[in-house]
């Protein structure tokens, strides 16, 4: 039996061959193994893949038409009384042939400026629409994100390496009440965190790496690190409606 939601789409969805292509089957199966792996640094993404809680969509590298109307529905989500912290995950169609991290920077970014300009609603009013500003943060039908690129590109940091796809991760800013940057909560979960990454990466923790909020620190440049500890130069891809 198909379900109703043909955009976005749930754990059953992604293993079910009349509801997805057999890449998306594949791709999936890997981005389960390695996320639901013990060791893996992120609880929180752990326990909501073992939960059934995390959302997914995919797009196909010809046709991204139906992402907009996933982001919407995951949006709606959020209407439950209890807030659940659902994660939304975005696979893209692999490559042919292997491709660099600047390659899939450039890709990630047009993604998100594509969505901003299908984007119906007004950005919401508390949020900067200068990615430059510390309290910047992407938001589409006035919902503002923490969006963050993963890639086979990754060869060190592996905890960004979720299989053959480049895969976007959409949190809602709302899913981090009681985290927050300078909450106890949010400075004990983020330490745990960051120390297992550092061990799956061996690498330490990249420059750009911060919390929301730090005046010092440019949120867009945590969407897309590198696969090194160098940290990212130049202005934010993204440009705001009312620059044009």
Known sequence: MKTLNKFLLSKEDMTNPEMVPEWVIEE????NSVVTNPTFPCYFGMSAENKGELRYAYVTKEDWSNLPKAIEEFILLFDAPKLIRHGLFVFVEPET?????PYYREYFWNMLQYLHTVDEKPWPQDYPTDPDHHLWAFSFAGEPFFVFGNTPAYKQRKT?????SLVLGFQP??????????????IMSREKVRERVEKWDNLPKHPNISHYGDPEH????????GDDIEPIQGKCPFH???ED
């Open 173 to 186: 800013r709302r899913i981090f009440e009681g985290l927050e940057g300078t909450s106890k909560g949010g």
């Open 218 to 225: 440019r949120e867009w440049k945590q969407y897309f690190i």
């Open 240 to 242: 705001h409606k009312s």
């Open 160 to 164: 960004r390496d979720l299989g053959n």
């Open 97 to 101: 042939e292997e491709k660099g991290i």
């Open 28 to 31: 999936y199966k890997t981005f």
